[in-house]
């Protein structure tokens, strides 16, 4: 089946630093989705993107949609605490009619106040 | 607007009693319904899903099972728990037949086998 490799795995970053992750697949998906899991929550859809090339910025977290489409990344300015938590990121391929969503494993985000 | 309710919250059930977990989604019809599950806060695993009142998939084979007794409600059961069942369970739903719109996640149920 598709396979998402997201990393880093985890980051630890002192406040005010700016951080970077990413995903890439083997396969194309038509639709990358960034979401942020907080402790004890789940996850909340914070970046949507939709074609190949797409920038897309949400306060300070910028997602790109790769060229190929078999890659995306976040970037997140300035860090502040509450950027505390689990990032994911995931695909969607079309066709059919479940459109079921394949997830990375997560980066798990410390921000050292 | 859309709401998914998902419950209890936490949840401590000893070895060898069943289990009942319930989701159901507010403000729209015919959803795709997805039960998954968290350990030790990192991967999200998908167990099972549904696109209609009835139907369930099941991704990954175990000690689970899922029902969808009305188009809005998803239920995850076991008739009898074990110790590798504890984990952070969430409940999602999409619009089905319907690209770029993601996954809505419920808050989440924490469950301890004991």
């Known amino acids: 089946g598709q396979q998402l490799n997201q990393s880093p795995q985890s980051m630890f970053i002192q406040e005010g630093e700016d951080v970077s992750m990413n995903c890439t697949s083997s396969?194309?998906?038509?639709?990358w989705l960034w979401y942020k899991q907080d402790p004890g929550e789940g996850p909340v859809l914070l970046i949507a993107l939709y074609k190949a090339g797409e920038l897309t910025s949400n306060g300070r977290l910028t997602a790109q949609f790769g060229i190929t489409r078999k890659d995306s990344f976040l970037n997140i300015s300035a860090s502040i605490p509450s950027d505390v938590g689990i990032y994911f990121c995931?695909?969607?391929?079309?066709?059919?009619?479940?459109?079921?969503?394949?997830f990375g494993k997560g980066t798990l985000l410390t921000v050292n106040p | 607007s859309q709401t998914i309710h998902q419950w209890p919250a936490t949840l401590v059930q000893p070895v060898g009693s069943p289990l009942s977990l319930e989701c159901t989604v507010e403000?729209?019809?015919?959803?795709?319904l997805y039960w998954y599950r968290q350990a030790a806060g990192r991967g999200l695993q998908l167990l099972f899903y549904?696109?209609?009142?009835?139907?369930i998939s099941s991704e990954v084979p175990q000690n689970l099972s899922a029902s969808r007794p009305q188009d809005r409600q998803f239920i995850l059961s076991s008739k009898k728990l074990l110790l590798s069942d504890s984990g952070f369970y969430l409940c999602a739903w999409s619009i089905r037949n319907r690209e770029h719109y993601g996954y809505t996640f419920g808050s989440g149920t924490r469950l301890t086998v004991v």
């Open positions: 396969s194309i998906f038509n639709t």
């Open positions: 995931a695909g969607q391929s079309s066709g059919g009619s479940n459109y079921k969503l394949t």
């Open positions: 403000g729209t019809s015919n959803p795709n």
């Open positions: 549904s696109v209609g009142i009835g139907q």
